[in-house]
Structure formats: structure tokens, C-alpha cells
């Protein structure tokens, strides 16, 4: 029987027997063990490389999240009996990327559901989930989920990818090594997961966030050739921020098994590039417009690519009558009135405190706009939880509380706080009627709060005739954003500010109002022109088209697997590439009757690490008889200092030296002779 790794579950799934039997030509292949080389020329060893089978023509895309896209909940049934039901949740990023891979790609979804399933309706849910949407679930132990994603994911690597390093414990916690052995489990259970759909010759794989930053090595180890893009959307901080994670190394290489790394900005792809360089000796190069790291014979290319919202989902959203009668509503409540606005999680990095300030010293500072102006922030549930969150609200509320009870008068509240669920269709509503739009986070991944904003300003033919606007009529919309978000470089009509300065944000704020009119119409078209063409679609297709071109040699390349756990790598070679063999090396030796040997020394002749570095006696004897075969020339090149190596290698009067690399050098026979400068 096929291993379950190398057959399609999709079609076990099917009444369609799979096909085991298609022949396909076999890949030269090396065996996987750490320390071993195999002949490549060996085609019946064993090996963990990716020659399995494939059961499929059509690409395929496995797409790798931490939760699948699926909104689940329990019904009664006929009988009065509880089931499951499953639907598409139309809000998740990994469903609407599907739009750009092309009607041509097969998807398939791993990940976890956003409900606990018992035990017992584990298997009978894995099929439903297969069968019906293509999705493979994970089931984790609940104990194992809260150490994974509540405490390793939320606890150290959110708070240190947004530059918040744990000084005390009430700041993220100091490491436990409890949550990382965790957050390795879960990726392994993912790896799983992904194994028993693969078909490792045919597929591309794409795992998304910093969820599943360690897959890439479990997936690389299994199968060498693998077809592997990650793509990180929060940001990455610099060197001196990462290098104070304990594990950094290991997440660095875990993520360099990967063949596409994709970033939402160029400074967070900068400083991963800084951290492979300082942490590991990692270079890149830049070639015509693509960056790649040269990992062990592997190019790992990096791809900067800013992510973008589904537009379709929005207009169709835009056209409900729910939103129209929403947005008539609101009109009426805040007739007269010019309404800023902001939409953010209720967690510390989203700047919420700092934009109420600005508001509260924008009017101080402008009291004509007391009465006119109404900033409505609407705080969406913080998506992790402890004492900071609740901090966050409570600072919140009390300075929402202040600047009402300062600046509020009957009929006029300067501060509308929303911290309880508005449906989809409702946010869109206030998006319509917002003047400007404020985005304050002190750090985020990219955050396309702006980009809805802009799309909903828009508008489209229907709605403007639901509201009586006059479809020639020029669209106008502001934007007031952090520098420290990565959508911020896309919008460059935007007004950028320090979120920390409260007096920049509060006159940022007041010149969105003042601005003319004409000027508001060049901005938003502007930024409608860009948000509108660069949608998540174009962004999946780019990624899927930098991936393939990214793995196009796999199948000509000969694989090395070595290293153990998370250190695991591949050495990729060229396939003209062959062992040099020791019988060679002798045998060629004694044919020749003139021969020019070149030694390194150091980390050569000389163990690394090592406090004495002078060479033993038995490494001078050993040069001597080298040097004594008048067939021979040898040098020895090192970086050390001329005076230095003259005094170890005195006894070797016919070795020829290179002083630090090659600049002095000491040509054989030697006889109380100064160097040569080179």
C-alpha cells in the first residue's frame, strides 16, 4: 500500500480510485543523515527528498494558516440532534487571496478551527471539512493551543515583533521554554497535516504569519524539493530589538527552508536581511530588482509585496440595502457635523490613548471646532487578552470620559466610543460618511483600515443613487496615518505623522479640515487609483508568480539533507556536481610530476574555537614532508600577521606563506628574508 505521504487524500476522499501507478522519471537522490554523505549516483538509497508519486495533474496550492477560513457553528438537525455546519468566512484573508492563483489552481486549506471539536467528531469533521471545502483541519489540544498561540505567539513574538521587549513581566513575561517546546509542537502537527495532502513533486506551498515561522524546516525535511513561500504579515524589528529572542537563530533558519520569503515593506524585509547577516553570515545580493539570500548552494529569495483588501466584497457590501438605510441614519445623527474617524483593535500597539489626546488638544487648541467636529472611534475586540488589554480600556473610557465632560454639551459629544461588535455592513456606513480617517498605531504589519476607507469614499452607481449624489461629483477623502505602518509608503497623499507627537497629530488633524477641497479630490484619486489596482488578488498573483519562478530549478538540483532539529538544511548542487573521492585524490597524486598545494589555516588546519592557535608539531612534520617532495609547491594562506606566521612555520624552510590573505607573501626557499609586498 502507498505511503499515506505519497498518495492524495482528496481523491481517497472521492469515489475516483487514485492512480498510483503513473511513471514518472526518478531524480538522482541523496540519503538524509546528518554527518553521512551518500553517492549521488545512487537511485535505490533511501531518502527524504520529494520523488514521491503524484497522483494529480492540476496545480495545486496547499495555503498554510494558523486558522482556516471557515465560520462554524452547531444546529439542530432533524431529529433535534446537534451537528456542525460549516460556511466560508467571506472576511478571511486566505479565501480571498484564492482570487488571484487563477481558476487553473487547485486550493487546499490547513489549519485550525476557530471552535474546539470533541474528540469524537474529529474524524467525522475532517471528512465534511475534505470533502466539501478542501480544507484539512488541525485538531490541538486545547492546553497545547493556549501555550502555543496565547502564550508563545502572543506573549513573546507579538510583543517583540512590535519593538516591545519584556523588561519587566508585566511586559510580555520573561522566555519560558515550556512555550516554545509548544509553539514547535504545533508546527510539527501542521507539517503533518500538509504531508498527508502533498504531492511533493507537483505542489506549491504557502505558509502565512509568524504563527508558523519553524514549518518550513519539518516540511523541508521531509521532502528536500518542496515548492515553499511564507509570507510574514506583521512587522519584523530591527537586529538589536530581534537578537535579544533566545531562539532567534532557530527561527532564522527555520525560515530561510523556505524558497520565497515575502514582507509587506522594504524596512521590515531590510532588517530580517540585517538579522540573517549579523546572526548567521548570511549576505544577500540584489539582481536585477530580485533580492536573494545564498543559503548552502539554495537561493532564498525575498519578495517586499504590500498586501491589499478584496474590493468585490466591499461593493457588494456597498449595495446592501442594510448599509443604505445604515449611512441615511447616520447622516441624520450627525447632521452638521464633521465626522473623523478610527477603526482599531483595543490592544496597546494600535495607538488608541494617542489619537484621543491629539482630539482633546485639537480642540483645545481650535475652539472653533468644538460642535463641529466628532471623532468616532469604533474599538474592536483586542485579539489577545491579559492585563494590558485590559489596561488599554480603561484608559480608554477615561479619556473618552474627560474630553466629553470638557468639551460636551447638550445635543454635541466630542468623542463616540464604539467598543462593543458592529456588523461588517455598519463599519462600511461610517467609512461613507467619514471625512477624514485616522490611523495612530505606534507599530503595525500593515493594516488596511485605509484602504477600506478610500474604496467606501468611492462609493459606486448605486448607492450614489440610494443617496441622491450626483455621480459627476468629484470624491474627496483625508487620511492622517502613522509612519510605523506598513501601509503607510503605498499612500502618498496620505498625512504622515509621529504618533507620539500629539501636537503634530492634532494639527495633522485639523489641517485634513481645513484643506480645500479640490486639493482632497487629487489625494483620494490619488490613492483610489493605487488601492483599487493593487487589490489582494494582484498581491497573491504576484507572490504565486515570484514563488514559481523562485523553484523552477528544483527539479534539476541534487540535495543534501544534514543537520539536526531545527538546525536541519539543504545543500543544493549542481548536478554536474560530484563526490571527490579519496582514491581519486591519491590516485591522481602519484600520476603527476608537478603540483601546486594550497593549505587554508585557519578553520582548516585548525580546529575552530580553539584559544591556542599555534600549530602542533605534528602539523609542522606534516608540512615538512609535503614540503620535502621536490614535485611539490606548497602555500600555506592565513589572515594572520606576517610576523606571526614567520615565527610558527620557521622550521619549514620550503613553505611558501601569505600573510594576512595573500597581502605579504613569503615565496620558498626561505632564508632570513623580509616578506614581499604584494
Known sequence: MASRSYSNLLDLASSDAPNFGRERKRLPRVATVAGVLSEFDDDNCNSVGSDAPSSISQERMIIVGNQLPLRANKVLDEAGDEKWCFSWDEDSLLLQLKDGLGEDVEVIYVGCLKEE???????????????????????????????????????????????MLPLSPDLGGRFDRSLWRAYVSVNKIFADKVMEVISPEDDYVWVHDYHLMVLPTFLRKRFNRVKLGYFLHSPFPSSEIYRTLPVREELLRALLNSDLIGFHTFDYARHFLSCCSRMLGVSYQSKRGYIGLEYYGRTVSIKILPVGIHIGQLQSVLNLQETETKISELKERFRGQTVLLGVDDMDIFKGISLKLL??????????????????????????????????????????VARINNTFGRPGYCPVVLIDTPLQFYERIAFYVIAECCLVTA?????????????????????????????????????????????????????????????????????????????????????????????????????????????????????????GFGLGFRVIALDPNFRKLAVEHIVSAYKRTKSRAIL????????????????????????????????????????????????????????????????????????????????
Open 117 to 163: 471539536i470533541d474528540p469524537d467528531e474529529q474524524d467525522d469533521v475532517s471528512q465534511i471539512l475534505l470533502e466539501s471545502f478542501k480544507c484539512v483541519p488541525a485538531f490541538i489540544p486545547s492546553e497545547l493551543f493556549s501555550k502555543f498561540y496565547h502564550g508563545f505567539c502572543k506573549q513573546h513574538l507579538w510583543p517583540l515583533f512590535h519593538y
Open 358 to 399: 491629539a482630539m482633546e488638544q485639537m480642540l483645545s487648541q481650535h475652539p472653533d471646532k468644538r460642535g463641529e467636529v466628532v471623532l468616532v472611534q469604533i474599538a474592536n475586540p483586542a485579539r489577545g487578552r491579559g492585563k494590558d488589554v485590559k489596561e488599554v480600556q480603561t484608559e480608554t473610557r477615561a479619556t
Open 599 to 678: 593549505l587554508d589555516y585557519d578553520g582548516t588546519m585548525l580546529q575552530p574555537g580553539l584559544i591556542n592557535t599555534s600549530p602542533t608539531s605534528e602539523a609542522v612534520g606534516i608540512l615538512n614532508n609535503l614540503c620535502r617532495d621536490p614535485k611539490n609547491v606548497v602555500f600555506l594562506v592565513s589572515g594572520k600577521d606576517r610576523e606571526t606566521l614567520t615565527e610558527w612555520f620557521c622550521p619549514c624552510d620550503r613553505l611558501g606563506l601569505g600573510a594576512e590573505h595573500g597581502y605579504f607573501v613569503r615565496y620558498a626557499p626561505f632564508y632570513e628574508k623580509d616578506m614581499l609586498y604584494v
Open 442 to 562: 505606534v507599530r503595525d504589519g500593515m493594516n488596511l483600515i485605509p484602504y477600506e476607507y478610500i474604496i467606501c469614499r468611492q462609493g459606486n452607481y448605486k448607492l450614489n443613487e440610494a443617496l441622491g449624489v450626483d455621480q459627476s461629483t468629484p470624491k474627496k477623502s483625508m487620511l492622517v496615518v502613522s509612519e510605523f505602518i506598513g501601509c503607510s509608503p503605498s499612500l502618498s497623499g496620505a498625512i504622515r505623522v509621529n504618533p507620539w507627537n500629539i501636537d503634530s497629530v492634532a494639527e495633522a488633524m485639523n489641517s485634513a479640515l481645513v484643506m480645500s477641497q479640490q486639493e482632497k479630490e487629487m489625494r483620494h484619486e490619488k490613492h483610489y487609483r493605487y488601492v483599487s489596482t493593487h487589490d489582494v488578488a494582484y498581491w497573491a498573483h504576484s507572490f504565486l508568480q515570484d514563488l514559481e519562478r523562485a523553484c523552477k530549478d528544483h527539479v534539476r538540483r541534487r540535495c543534501w539533507g544534514i
